[in-house]
């Protein structure tokens, strides 16, 4: 196959995957020998193993990072930095996609950027939503409270109780008017962390101090 002919078969994917392979007609193992080739001379470029687009001049559909962050891994959904960053609770635009998955984990690092994803148990993985990116591609992304209460779990060595200068000095969260403090504290209790739900309710006062 020549690499026009397969161009024009997956140009309508945002994303291809090896399993495509098999239904473009030809010997699967051959193809394979081709992305090989194609991937060394700069056509595909590979976001991991088995998971490729095209080249940014001959795809048709520039993928965008969240939605490749939800083909990488899943179960798994946008949440901590990235996601606090989406929803404008803090000012540091974030370089990084960061999301949790029930999976272990895990770090991929392609073209796009780097994908972090940190595990969470399967009970914790509550409170996110569907959206869809600029090409209408879905993505799944925590709600704004529970991005807060998986950062605050995920990075919980570095609060303490009654420490609630800490969200602003060190962390510069803004924004926070509009959260749903029992949100937040209902999403904590889901944990079983005791000392996440006391970190939760410092970070309610924070908000109720301003």
């Known amino acids: 196959m020549r690499y026009s002919q397969f161009k024009n078969k997956v140009q309508k994917y945002p994303i291809f995957s090896s399993s495509h392979l098999a239904v473009l007609g030809d010997n699967e193992q051959i193809l394979r020998n081709y992305l090989n080739r194609w991937r060394s001379q700069g056509l595909i470029l590979r976001l991991k193993r088995g998971l490729y687009v095209l080249n940014k001049e001959d795809r048709k559909i520039n993928p965008s990072r969240p939605f490749i962050a939800s083909q990488l891994l899943s179960p798994s959904y946008l949440s901590t930095e990235y996601a606090l960053s989406f929803y404008d609770l803090i000012p540091e635009k974030v370089e990084d996609v960061t999301s949790v998955t029930t999976k272990k984990t ?42 807060i209460v998986d950062f605050l779990y995920l990075n919980l060595s ?43 309710h410092s970070f309610c006062k924070f908000i109720e101090v301003g």
């Open 158 to 200: 570095n609060f303490s109780r009654d420490d609630i200068r800490i969200f602003r000095d060190s962390y510069r969260f803004q924004n926070l008017s509009s959260l749903g403090k029992q949100k937040i504290k209902k999403l904590a209790e889901v944990f079983g962390n005791k000392k996440l739900l006391n970190v939760a």
């Open 106 to 147: 895990s770090t991929f690092q392609n073209d796009f950027g780097t994908f972090r994803y940190q595990h969470i148990d399967v009970a914790c993985f509550v409170g996110f939503v569907e959206t869809k990116d600029e090409n209408r591609y879905p993505f799944f992304i925590a709600e704004p409270e529970k991005a």
